[in-house]
């Protein structure tokens, strides 16, 4: 059974830095597209970053570009979002998602991706 689990979240003080983590089971990294999300509260739920684990494309979101990075370990079968120069509105839950097909990363569209994990908390204080 298809499992992604997050880790890493957590306060941190504005211009501070988090790395998530998305340990997947049940399925191995090699062929997938793997995105990370995030819902503020009270807004629609965002694309921060999309990475293809076949070729190691990427994705990303304007409001993030040149201060996240996403990668993947396939032999640890997790992908990664480090989080560098965190603002306050990068409050958010943080989900990963997995979806089958490689390509959905390079539009990183919540709605291409078929499992999710239960999300990881995101708090950056001013």
């Known amino acids: 059974q298809l499992q992604l689990v997050e880790s890493g979240g957590g306060l941190v003080q504005s211009g501070g830095s988090l790395r998530l983590s998305c340990a997947a089971s049940?399925?191995?990294?090699?062929?997938?597209?793997i995105g990370w999300f995030r819902r503020a509260p009270g807004k629609e739920r965002e694309g921060v970053s999309c990475?293809?684990?076949?070729?190691?494309?990427?994705n990303y979101a304007d409001s993030v570009e040149g201060r996240f990075t996403i990668s993947r370990d396939n032999a640890k079968n997790t992908v990664y979002l480090q989080m560098n120069s965190l603002k306050p509105e990068d409050t958010a839950i943080y989900y990963c998602?997995?979806?089958?097909?490689?390509?959905?990363?390079?539009?990183?569209?919540?709605?291409?991706?078929?499992?999710w994990g239960q999300g990881t908390q995101v708090t950056v204080s001013s």
């Open positions: 990475i293809s684990t076949s070729d190691g494309s990427t």
């Open positions: 049940g399925f191995t990294l090699g062929y997938y597209a």
């Open positions: 998602a997995a979806d089958p097909y490689p390509r959905v990363a390079s539009s990183c569209q919540a709605a291409d991706y078929g499992s």
